[in-house]
Structure formats: C-alpha cells, structure tokens
C-alpha cells in the first residue's frame, strides 16, 4: 500500500492533476512516518516551480507534521 501511494504521488506530478499527489501525500502522512512526502513536495517543486517558493516542500513538512498526532493514535 505503501509503495503503491507513492508511485501514484510520484506519477501524478507529471501525468495526473496536483491534487491527486496531495491526497496521497495525506495518506502517507496519516498511515506511515512517510519521508517520501517530502520527497514528493521537493519533487513537485523542482518540476512546476524551479524559481519559485517550495510551497508543496512547506505543504509537505506542514501535513507530516501536523497529521503525526493523528498517526500516533491510530497505530497505537
């Protein structure tokens, strides 16, 4: 499951609506201690905004973060 959430992050940065690496951005987040969402928002960063501010890198930072409460509850 994990592995299949990422590839589809990572594929949906080229071929799919951004909203789609979002939500498997908070999938990850809500159901593994997932490094690859920070990956994914550098990735998504690097391809749509090279000059700009990370916003998804700082999305993504802000969801791990935010969701580890959540996480820690339902694993436990």
Known sequence: MRIALAV???AS???LPFWIALVC???LSVRYRAWEVI???LCM???WHPHGLP???IASIIIVWALEPVRVRLLS
């Open 8 to 10: 589809i992050g990572f």
């Open 39 to 41: 990956v994914l928002g």
């Open 13 to 15: 940065i080229i071929f």
């Open 55 to 57: 916003y998804f890198m």
């Open 45 to 47: 960063d690097l391809i």
């Open 25 to 27: 951005m908070i999938a």
